[in-house]
């Protein structure tokens, strides 16, 4: 066993956990009970939650929060528009990141108590959509990825039911 202040290693023939003590300093999302009681993470449940889905971390400030999501859905946006052709596929790519970006970033900010985080999100989203959308006229493909986009980071930095 190799023991870390407040985290315990274990290997044993069945199985790798990683178990922590209780102490303040130590939070995790996902915890399971062991038969002698004591509280377990097991390893992919450890990994995941502190490597994979950090937004789910609610000790992250919003802006920070805000700032990763918008990096996050403009890539994507951005990636998404790749193989397209544009007049001017430079500023259109801008465009698009700094829309996509503005929806990311404003979403974990937005403090509506008693709505669902995937409704903040999705209203956000299209909101924030709209301009660009009646500016192209390509509504559909703009409010829709807005609106996904809204609903996915809403539902992870807000949580996917009411507060």
Known sequence: MLMTSTINVKTTANALTISASATNTCRFIWLDESLSGKQELSLMQFLLSNFCFPLLNRAMSPLIVGCIAGLIFGAVDVALML?????????????????????GFVIPLVNLPTWPGWLVGVVFGVLLSLPDAVVTKSYAPILIGGAVGGLIIGGITRGWGAR
């Open 83 to 103: 193989p397209m052709s544009f007049p001017d596929k430079r500023t259109a790519l801008i465009a698009a990141f700094l829309s996509r970006f503005g929806i």
